[in-house]
């Protein structure tokens, strides 16, 4: 119990430190010394209420999680795949279902970071049936909130209540997209990139854990494994028989590995327990470890599974408010993959 007390207090010691980083404001305000500012993605967003399609479109829900809980049981591998392309959708101009526009060499969808992203297809399946039964109602940004949180859950992740009322944002450039990290930053640059998005250092950490499905593909990490800082190097860091098993494994630079080399297709905090181990299969992932800003919570989740997942709830609740569009601010797209 003393252990659990004491993991708790990191955690909250992080988030009040995160709250109140880069904050100035806060340290001259001696006028309020005792003034406790609320953080924004605990404050209504206007236009936003669970309730919001009660009347319009009373089955959206419904109809959206039986197409995702098919698309789970035929393929594990795409839950992973609609976590991380809500990430890159939220990650530019917020969430707006910019990353779904289909426009050749010049939208997000085809900047170098979202080459590999999977699932366009489906959503736009889901929005062609929820326009046969709620036709112009219904927005792609909203759909896309819906499905990540029914996907997750149908992986063994936490459920969380979404609230509606997203309008498709009408703007979609690559070069904005190209900023999105890959996994090769510092902490710091990571730090500042999340924070830019209205995200904390814990966020960070959290929402990262979302790796402890999926995989990558092993030329994004041959550069650890071959030529890590010199020809034919291998990164120091990597535990030595993990990086044995990679760098056999990873020759065909086409193949995929996964993220979690313990627990692959489990939702659980045993990502952490690999970090821990140098088992982190991204150069950014073992950075965690030895930040002295993330290497705390990395220590808490890997031994409190229960914590990783009401942080991972609250994270995406908090991701899922960046930046939103509503009301006339943008539109309710006919077509996901195309402006009306």
């Not at 990430?87 to 990353?99: E, K, L, M, N, Y």
């Not at 904005?176 to 990139?193: C, F, H, N, V």
């Not at 990262?208 to 800082?229: D, E, P």
């Amino acid at each position: 119990m003393r252990l659990s007390a004491l993991l708790i207090c990191i955690l909250c010691s992080l988030l009040f430190t995160a709250s109140r980083a880069g904050d100035d404001t806060n340290n001259n305000n001696s006028s309020a010394p005792f003034a406790v500012d609320i953080p924004a993605y605990l404050l209504p967003i206007d236009g936003l209420d669970f309730d919001y399609y009660m009347k319009t479109c009373p089955g959206m829900e419904g109809i959206i999680a039986n197409k995702v809980k098919e698309l789970i049981t035929k393929d594990y591998t795409y839950g992973a795949s609609l976590i991380r392309l809500y990430f890159h959708d939220c990650a530019v101009r917020g969430c707006d279902a910019s990353i779904l526009l289909d426009q050749p060499e010049t939208s997000e969808k085809y900047a170098g970071p979202s080459k590999t992203l999977r699932g366009f297809e489906f959503i736009n399946e889901i929005k062609a049936e929820l326009e046969k039964q709620c036709p112009k109602t219904v927005s792609c940004s909203d759909i896309l909130s819906a499905i990540v949180r029914d996907a997750t859950t149908a992986i063994g992740g936490p459920y969380w209540q979404v609230k509606y009322g997203r309008k498709d944002g009408r703007i979609s450039r690559s070069e904005e997209a190209e900023a999105i990290p890959m996994g090769r930053e510092s902490i710091t640059d990571l730090i500042q990139y999340f924070q830019s998005m209205g995200l904390s250092p814990v966020d960070l950490v959290i929402l990262l854990g979302a790796h402890t499905i999926g995989y990558s593909s092993c030329a994004s990490i041959r550069y650890r494994l071959y030529n890590y800082q010199g020809p034919g190097n291998c990164d120091p860091t990597i535990d030595p028989q993990y990086a044995n098993f990679l760098t056999r494994y990873c020759q065909d630079p086409t193949k995929k590995v996964q993220l979690d080399p313990t627990t692959p297709t489990i939702f659980d905090s045993v990502y952490y327990q690999n970090i821990q181990k140098n088992m982190g299969l991204l150069e950014v992932e073992q950075k965690l470890f030895v930040d002295s800003r993330t290497a705390p919570l990395v220590k808490a989740l890997a031994n409190q599974p229960d914590l990783f997942y009401m942080q991972f709830r609250a994270a995406m609740v908090k991701l899922s408010k960046t930046l939103v569009l509503t009301k006339d601010e943008g539109e309710v797209r006919l077509n996901c993959s195309a402006v009306n």
